[in-house]
């Protein structure tokens, strides 16, 4: 028996929502200036982004805390507990799920039954830390033990690339990571950065593009050039209310011949705040 917990940064398939007995999240949780709100199951995306655009100050994220870790840890039957975090270069959710996991041990420690509980430090966010649990729900259903689990999960995680692309700067405006007259002239010039993952889990620019067709085209570009065997990956896209966007997107990955599989989701809470209304996250 086994327990895959992902911070609610990372989203679920629709397989993966059913199968409660193998996949549960615990939320982070949202904040707009005075406004909170849980990004769990009650996580309307519609007020949420109405609210990120009519505040003056930027949105933020709390990460759980180890007391909602240990919850999720002790909350279940599982012999072996898998929990995948956004990257630590990112949110202190990682640190809040290491600490649990020595609690854990520590209130367990005389118990012959204890369960085995590994944190992964996804270095990436949103549909990364999905492929992360499809990894990991694959590699025990095959039976591997608990530890080739976790070799399986960290060669893939070391091979993971995370990209993603804004329709708007706004956001990283009014956190004061942009400049207003930077942010003013992208916008008027619609230019649109491409960002990806650093192997460390940080965020780079990779480059630039005018309008999101060609930054779209652009990140397509640099996923093949980093992406070793990819016709033994899946692409997973996620979007911020742009399914045409991301449909689009979809279409052209798949023209490419090249990867095993894509699919697409709709962001949700954490996500949803990174991206911004019309922002595409893809992850191979």
């Known amino acids: ?44 995306q519609k007020i949420f982004l109405k609210k990120m655009k009519e505040s003056k100050e930027p ?8 007391a909602a870790y240990l ?31 020595s609690l854990y041990e520590e209130d367990h420690e005389d118990e012959d039954d204890i369960k085995r509980v590994h944190v992964f430090d996804s270095k990436s966010a949103s549909i990364g830390q999905t492929l992360i649990a499809q990894i990991v729900d694959q590699a ?13 999960a960290d060669e893939f995680i070391k091979g993971e690339h995370t990209f993603f692309v804004l329709e708007s700067l706004e ?4 956190a004061g990571r942009l400049g207003s007259l930077k942010a003013m002239l992208a916008s008027t010039l619609n230019i649109k950065p491409v960002m990806g993952s650093t192997p460390e889990g940080s ?14 085209d652009k990140m397509i570009e640099c996923m093949k050039d980093v992406t070793m065997n990819p016709g033994e990956r899946v692409v997973a896209i996620s979007h911020c209310a742009a399914p045409d966007t991301a449909s689009s997107l979809k279409e052209k990955v798949k023209r490419t011949g ?10 949700i809470g954490v996500s949803s705040m990174y991206a911004g209304p019309g922002g595409i996250i893809m992850a191979v």
């Open 71 to 101: 919850a999720a840890i002790e909350d279940n039957d599982a012999d072996h507990v898998y929990i995948i975090t956004l990257s630590s270069k990112l949110s202190g959710s990682y640190n809040a799920a290491v600490l649990a996991k």
């Open 203 to 216: 965020i780079q620019q990779l480059g630039q593009a005018r309008g999101m067709i060609k930054a779209l």
């Open 171 to 174: 956001t990283l405006r009014k």
């Open 258 to 267: 090249l990867f095993k599989d894509v699919f697409v989701l709709d962001t």
């Open 140 to 152: 025990e259903k095959a039976g591997r033990s608990f530890d080739e689990v976790i070799k399986t």
């Open 1 to 44: 028996m086994y327990k895959i917990i992902v911070d609610s940064c990372g989203e679920f398939t629709k397989a993966m929502e059913a199968d409660t007995e193998h996949f549960a999240h615990v939320a982070l949780t949202l904040q707009v200036g005075s406004w909170e709100q849980p990004d769990d199951e009650t996580f309307d």
């Open 59 to 66: 949105p933020h994220s709390a990460c759980p805390s180890p």
